[in-house]
């Protein structure tokens, strides 16, 4: 059974770096075709997605953030942290991080997704 | 980057009716189009991947079709749990992008 659960903060004051966790279970990210990543949510908003990290520890990051987003494994752990700097009040949002299947070595499929925790930033 | 595009931002609709949402790519994406249900308060879920294939566990009145820039998702006879916002995804680029979503209601 795959699960994934974001931990974090809740509040984050403006200029601040967001550090956030995603802890999951029932699957390896050492497992070829495995990746992770991060997508959120502003409230009454479209989902956006922020980065990806892949089994053999490819990177990539939404053109408009990357400047400010960092992802990184604990394969042992079973965890990915994503941390955002700079925090601002539009980046006030729910957060979830998420599976990524690679299916039959083709199609990149986000089949199971956390709960999501929802981030505000003020001050 | 890749952007997508939905229309109808929003429909109304009532149980049994045929709902079609369309999703446009800003260039060709072949087939690397999923489509996501979210509804309020929840996780998204996985309805359709490549455009066209079912994904495990999902109704069969769900289906998407297109290649290239175009698709489609369409829902034959809507049921009550289907009122619910959807978004599609593109997969083409490794930064990927969703779209804007179709909220759809009563």
């Known amino acids: 059974q795959v699960t994934l659960r974001e931990s974090g903060p809740a509040l984050v004051k403006p200029t601040q770096t967001l550090t956030l966790t995603c802890t999951f279970s029932g699957f390896s990210l050492s497992t070829s075709e495995m990746c992770v990543t991060w997508i959120r949510q502003p409230p009454g908003k479209a989902l956006e997605w922020l980065a990806r990290i892949d089994w053999d520890d490819d990177k990539f990051y939404s053109t408009s953030l990357k400047t400010r987003l960092t992802i990184s494994k604990d394969t042992s752990k079973n965890q990915v942290v994503l941390t955002m700097t700079n925090m601002d009040p539009v980046d006030t949002a729910t957060y979830y991080c998420a599976r990524i299947l690679l299916y039959r070595s083709r199609w990149y499929i986000v089949d199971y997704w956390g709960q999501g925790t929802l981030v505000t930033v003020s001050s | 980057d890749i952007q997508m595009t939905q229309s109808p931002s929003s429909l109304s609709a009532s149980v049994g009716d045929r709902v079609t949402i369309t999703c446009r790519a800003s260039?060709?994406?072949?087939?690397?189009l999923n489509w996501y249900q979210q509804k309020a308060g929840k996780a998204p879920n996985l309805l359709i991947y490549g455009a066209s294939s079912l994904q495990s566990g999902v109704p069969s009145r769900f289906s998407g079709s297109g290649s290239g820039t175009d698709f489609t998702l369409t829902i034959t006879s809507l049921q009550p749990e289907d009122f619910a916002t959807y978004y599609c995804?593109?997969?083409?680029?490794?930064?990927?992008?969703f779209g804007p979503g179709t909220k759809v209601d009563i």
């Open positions: 995804q593109q997969s083409y680029s490794s930064l990927f992008t």
């Open positions: 260039q060709s994406i072949t087939t690397y």
